[in-house]
């Protein structure tokens, strides 16, 4: 059989079913990605507060697939029904400073008590433990605690925030997707629980790990721009055109060879090129001839070699490339947005609904787990619950 052609409409979290307790970045990230996989996630939002979207929340894409409900957890209508979901879930995700689930009676021992085969996931900056655990943070702290920041930009500026992906998206939501389906994996044999861990500091620096690999060969200087992967290398780096950027990371001898001959340069010119005494001399003779043609004249010329050349483009202009819209990395559908991702061959991930704003889908969501409709309409009389 052909499993390309066996697809169905549930993903590979068909019958997992989440109770997320509404946060910002890497936990709703987190929940997204497993929606998109075919989990029933149910998000929980403060009742009385605004969503937790700077603009337009149907257009946050970080809350799509999923339902909400919105609920006075302090209350104790809304704690009994919290824990009563907590008690029908396979996973929980909470992304507060620690201590704060606790004293909301939803710890981990509260929650294990009722569900022994619960997943805890817990997403924090610095971690449970810790002198900062209780410190505010953002990404760029995070990353630049990990010695990560300090590795990126040019030797003459300080470093550029790398906008919120290693922090927030790589070293937490992606790594607390991990931690959650090991655990799903290891309780297959065990028949339990746990607590999932993730905290953006930990994950931020497991991200660098080849670097610091690199580190310790004498292959990685603390030097900024001076290293093969931060813009010192010639042949990895972005060129500024007549009209628009280029990224090169043309670091094979293959790929360099067809760098250089795509410049209309002579290789023997070129030889060596891992030696770094090299690199500054040759940056200033490609950063001059890539002036001389537009981004998109480049391209054109680089079209015939396999160059490891590509446009620096804008989000407008990846929405609409023919190689993204080729695998259709972007929705094309409403407001443009990415896709699912990975692939699979027989379950396919998909967005399931678009974005929820506080409480909406609530009602079904509450009734497929089980929820009795008159328990439903006692807590909205009551002003507990809000759902459409």
Known sequence: ????????????????????????????????????????????????????????????????SRSSIALDIKSPE?????KQLIGEA??????????????????????????PRLIYARMTGWGQTGPLAHKAGHDINYVALTGGLHMMGSADAPPP??????????????????????????????????????????????????????????????????????????FYR???????????????????????????LDLEDFPDHMNRAFWPARTKQLETLFKTRTRDDWVAAFEPFDACVSPVLTQDEAITHPANTARDVFTHSGDAQPNPAPRFSRTPAQIRRPPTLPGE????????????????????????????
């Open 1 to 64: 059989m052909d499993v390309r052609n066996d697809k169905r409409d549930a993903g590979p979290l068909s019958g997992i079913r989440i109770v997320e307790f509404a946060g910002l970045g890497p936990t709703p990230f987190a929940a997204m990605l497993l929606a998109d996989y075919g989990a029933d996630v149910l998000r929980i939002d403060r009742k009385g507060q605004p969503g937790l979207s700077p603009g337009d929340g149907r257009q946050d894409f970080l809350c799509r």
């Open 78 to 82: 809304g704690l009994a029904l919290a």
């Open 90 to 115: 396979d996973i929980l995700l909470e992304g507060y400073r620690p201590g704060v689930m606790e004293r909301l009676q939803l710890g981990p021992d509260v929650a294990f008590a009722l569900n």
């Open 161 to 234: 925030p790398p906008l919120n992906v290693v922090g927030d998206f790589g070293g937490g939501g992606m790594l607390m997707v991990s931690g959650i389906l090991a655990a799903l994996v290891e309780r297959q044999s065990s028949g339990r629980g746990q607590i999932v861990d993730a905290a953006m500091i930990d994950g931020a620096a497991l991200l660098l790990t080849q670097l610091y690999a690199w580190r310790a060969m004498g292959f990685w200087s603390s030097e900024r721009s001076a290293n093969l992967l931060d813009g010192g290398a010639y």
């Open 238 to 264: 972005c060129y500024e055109t007549a009209a628009g950027y280029v990224a090169v990371g043309a670091i094979e001898p293959q790929f360099h060879a067809a760098l250089i001959a795509g410049l209309g």
């Open 361 to 388: 889908g609530g009602r079904d969501a509450l009734s497929a787990w089980g929820i009795a409709e008159a328990e439903i309409e006692a807590l909205v009389s009551r002003g507990v619950l809000v759902v459409e």
